[in-house]
């Protein structure tokens, strides 16, 4: 069966540190992979997505993630964090060929930006 | 129109209560999502429509009882429920097929209480 695993439960960091998520997942065909961030109180909004072609994505608000296939991962990363970007993150997977209902999410990371 | 709007915001029942969650999109989605999210936890999958005809549901207990009348809408209807079923509930779409890895969109989610 298809799983995610984000490593941090919760990251903690001072603004303009670097942030770099980790994300591995378990499927031995081709995938689609996704992050998406959750602000406090709000709905899941998708930061960015890999689906083919460069396996570095570049998102909004400054976000990138690096697809290396060998090592199965999709890591979040961004130089320089804000205070605005305190939320939680999740790593979600589906199968590539539009299979519904099979995004299947991390357990998510906290981030914490302290000003 | 690029959202999914959800309704009610919030909503408490009681045990013995029936009531709906709404959801509607316009951005000609064919598959439309149920997500239940508890605290702290990623969303995981209830039910999806594909084509207005339900194609999965992970086995969800009977009190909760979805239904699509058209390609725009999507209901949750729920009765009975149980106190640990308080969560916030989301709802998404997305295309379907060759355009999947588009990726869903959420709504802002019902946080559901039940007293």
């Known amino acids: 069966a298809q799983s995610v695993s984000q490593h941090n439960h919760h990251v903690i960091l001072s603004e303009a540190a670097s942030l770099e998520l980790g994300c591995n997942y378990s499927?031995?065909?081709?995938?689609?992979l996704f992050w998406y961030v959750q602000y406090p109180g709000q709905h899941l909004q998708l930061l960015l997505k890999?689906?083919?072609?460069?396996?570095l994505v570049k998102g909004i608000k400054g976000f990138e993630a690096e697809f290396i296939k060998s090592k199965f991962s999709f890591n979040l990363r961004k130089p320089s964090v804000q205070w605005s970007d305190t939320a939680e993150y999740f790593c979600a997977v589906s199968r590539y060929g539009g299979s519904q209902g099979n995004l299947i999410f991390g357990k998510g990371t906290k981030l914490s930006v302290k000003p | 129109d690029t959202e999914v709007t959800q309704t009610p915001k919030h909503l408490v029942m009681g045990m013995t209560n029936k009531k709906s969650l709404k959801c509607e999109q316009h951005m000609g989605h064919r598959a439309m999502y149920w997500y239940k999210q508890k605290a702290k936890k990623p969303p995981e999958l209830m039910f999806v429509y594909s084509y207005e005809k339900l194609s999965i549901n992970e086995s969800v207990p009977s009190r909760f009882s979805p239904e699509c009348p058209n390609s725009s809408l999507l209901n949750l209807h729920l009765h009975a429920l149980q106190p640990e079923d308080s969560a916030l509930y989301l709802c998404?779409?997305?295309?379907?097929?060759?355009?999947?890895?588009?990726?869903?969109?959420f709504g802002s989610g019902t946080r559901l209480t039940v007293v």
């Open positions: 998404a779409s997305s295309h379907l097929d060759g355009r999947a890895y588009e990726g869903y969109t």
């Open positions: 890999y689906f083919s072609g460069d396996p």
């Open positions: 499927y031995g065909g081709t995938v689609n």
